[in-house]
């Protein structure tokens, strides 16, 4: 599976929105890339993912450059809850088409909501 | 949805002990993954099992380690003769096989070794 690489940490106001970057420049064509959040002593969290196309939910957007070789996770709003390590994967579908077999996480960005 | 849960929440042992860990997925997930998570990482696969099959194990996973998942559902992670290198955040996962690509943790089993 391809290598991430994100900034150790970043700042953003309350309020304002946050765009977490990634790169991913060795991510092949089967690769999805995913975003989990973790706060504080929880466990991962699932945000969104995408293949090629911009995606949208109701946690974030998802901007993947046209080469795939970078993207940008959008939190519209930033509230003092989205205070997290957020993990850029990259990685294939399963065999059968479904959900990948593993997630290999980095070390995250560690994003820090200010008041 | 009542969620991945995992018992118990913290674990203090001696260095030599075994250590067992339980796992209950969401009910209507097939695969269940294992994670290992040291403080200042990110999480690291250790092993996943579809339905009970184990498919994948990481070269993480010594032989004191050992996982299982009889009936398809819960899941058992045991540690024999822990080492203080075995501290960590224990992380439970599991998902769909088709359809959706989310995998769902727990809130992970801390285990301090002295």
């Known amino acids: 599976d391809a290598k991430t690489t994100q900034p150790t940490s970043m700042d953003c106001a309350e309020g304002r929105a946050a765009n977490l970057p990634c790169n991913h420049s060795?991510?092949?064509?089967?690769?999805?890339v995913y975003w989990y959040r973790q706060i504080h002593s929880q466990g991962p969290q699932y945000i969104i993912h995408?293949?090629?196309n911009n995606e949208t939910n109701e946690m974030a957007s998802l901007i993947i450059t046209e080469d795939r070789k970078s993207s940008t996770l959008i939190l519209p709003h930033a509230t003092l809850r989205d205070t997290a390590v957020y993990y850029c994967i990259v990685s294939r579908r399963g065999v059968d088409g479904g959900a990948t077999n593993k997630l290999i996480f980095g070390t995250g960005t560690l994003l820090a909501v200010q008041p | 949805d009542t969620g991945v849960s995992q018992d118990p929440r913290h674990k203090i042992t001696k260095r030599g002990q075994n250590v067992t860990f339980r796992c209950d997925p969401i009910?209507?997930?097939?695969?269940l993954y294992w994670y290992r998570q040291t403080l200042g990482q990110g999480p690291e696969f250790l092993t996943y099992f579809q339905n009970e099959a184990q498919l994948e194990k990481s070269r993480l996973l010594s032989d004191r380690f050992s996982a299982e998942r009889p009936k398809g559902s819960f899941s058992t992670l045991e540690i024999q003769r822990t080492e203080q290198g075995d501290s960590a955040m224990y992380l439970c996962?599991?998902?769909?096989?088709?359809?959706?690509?989310?995998?769902?943790f727990g809130p992970g089993t801390r285990l301090t070794v002295t």
């Open positions: 996962a599991s998902s769909s096989s088709t359809g959706s690509y989310e995998q769902y």
């Open positions: 009910s209507e997930h097939n695969r």
């Open positions: 995408g293949l090629k």
């Open positions: 060795t991510i092949s064509g089967n690769e999805y």
